[in-house]
Nanobody
Framework: QVQLVESGGGLVQAGGSLRLSCAAS????????MGWFRQAPGKEREFVIV????????NYADSVKGRFTISRDNAKNTVSLQMNSLKPEDTAVYYC????????????????WGQGTQVTVSS
C-alpha cells in the first residue's frame, strides 16, 4: 500500500506561484506513475499532470503546459507540483495520486490518492 500526504496549498493572487508537495510512504514512487489532479466546485476531477518515473514519460493538460511542472525528491520520496503564472480558473482542490503498473491520465486508473489541498487564486 501507498500513503500520500499533500501540503502546500493556500491563497495566492493571479500571476503568483505556489508549490505543492506530496509525501509518499510505502513503496518508492519510482515504481509508480504519479499524477496531480484537481477538482473545482461543481466540476469533475480532472487530470493536470502525470509522470511515469521508470522512463520519464509525462503528459500535461493543455491548460497547464508551460506553467506547471512535476518533480521529485528521491531522498524524501516526495513529488512536487510547481505552479507558476496562476490564474483564477486554477482554483480547485489539488490531489496527488499513484498508479502501479499503469499509465494514463484517467483518474480511474489511479490506485492511491491523497486527501487534497486547497488552492485559491484571487483576481
Amino acid at each position: 500500500q501507498v500513503q500520500l500526504v499533500e501540503s502546500g496549498g493556500g491563497l495566492v493572487q493571479a500571476g503568483g506561484s505556489l508549490r505543492l508537495s506530496c509525501a509518499a510512504s510505502g513503496r518508492p514512487f519510482s515504481m509508480y506513475t504519479m499524477g496531480w489532479f484537481r477538482q473545482a466546485p461543481g466540476k469533475e476531477r480532472e487530470f493536470v499532470i502525470v509522470r511515469r518515473w521508470s522512463d520519464g514519460s509525462t503528459n500535461y493538460a493543455d491548460s497547464v503546459k508551460g506553467r506547471f511542472t512535476i518533480s521529485r525528491d528521491n531522498a524524501k520520496n516526495t513529488v512536487s507540483l510547481q505552479m507558476n503564472s496562476l490564474k483564477p480558473e486554477d482554483t480547485a482542490v489539488y490531489y496527488c495520486a499513484a498508479a502501479f503498473a499503469k499509465y494514463g491520465s484517467d483518474p480511474a486508473i489511479f490506485d492511491y490518492w491523497g486527501q487534497g489541498t486547497q488552492v485559491t487564486v484571487s483576481s
